[in-house]
């Protein structure tokens, strides 16, 4: 049973970057799609992005484009998510979730988050 | 973008109650919409697929139906485990949505 292992918190100041990654145990990632999302406290899901099995093409939300990039390591069974100028708004809960095998817009498998703080 | 309502946002019912969430899509969408549970400090589950196919694993008191724009989560009989909050999730285009959530509380 596949498991993502997501990085630890991270406390940062506004303008900053992070990079929040997304390991694979149990079952390779190979030939499946992976999403990122995030939740701030007390609110709901908000979809971010996604990257191809192969990593060389990737969509993101209207919202991020310019800020995120998506990228994977196929060989370590890994995905990343990177985050720049980063402001108090993206104080949230980061997920990454492997797309289901039913339709790559499902997200079958999730990690259990990432907790990223951004405050001077 | 499209938006997606759910209603309502939180509902209070007990043990053994029939549950009946609905979520509302601002245009069409075929039947491409998922329903995930989310426990406090958790992350979401996904529950159903497609609109109303059951994910593996997820008990058979779950059930959704709907086409088009409009949709409804059914919980048969509430188990003191599903206690939680509900999302809907638009599958048709890219950005994905969700709906804002419904918290299924005790009486």
């Known amino acids: 049973q596949v498991q993502l292992v997501q990085s630890g918190a991270e406390v940062k100041k506004p303008g900053a970057s992070v990079q929040v990654s997304c390991k694979a145990s149990g079952n390779p990632l190979t030939g499946y799609y992976m999403h990122w999302l995030r939740q701030a406290p007390g609110q709901g899901l908000e979809w971010m992005g996604i990257i191809n099995p192969s990593g060389d093409s990737t969509s993101y939300a209207q919202k991020f484009q310019g800020r995120v990039t998506m990228t994977r390591d196929t060989s370590t069974n890994t995905v990343y998510m990177h985050l720049s100028s980063l402001r108090s708004e993206d104080t949230a809960v980061y997920y990454c979730?492997?797309?289901?095998?039913?339709?790559?817009?499902?997200?079958?498998?999730w990690g259990k988050g990432t907790t990223v703080t951004v405050s001077s | 973008d499209i938006q997606m309502t759910q209603s309502p946002s939180s509902v209070s019912a007990s043990v053994g109650d029939r549950v009946t969430i609905t979520c509302r899509a601002s245009q069409g969408i075929a039947n491409w919409l998922a329903w995930y549970q989310q426990k406090p400090g958790k992350a979401p589950n996904l529950l159903i697929y497609a609109a109303s196919s059951l994910q593996s694993g997820v008990p058979s008191r779950f059930s959704g139906s709907g086409s088009g724009t409009d949709f409804t989560l059914t919980i048969s009989s509430l188990q003191p485990e599903d206690f939680a909050t509900y999302y809907c999730?638009?599958?048709?285009?890219?950005?994905?949505?969700f709906g804002g959530g419904t918290k299924v509380k005790i009486k």
């Open positions: 999730q638009q599958a048709n285009s890219l950005p994905l949505t």
């Open positions: 979730a492997r797309a289901s095998s039913h339709y790559y817009y499902y997200m079958d498998v």
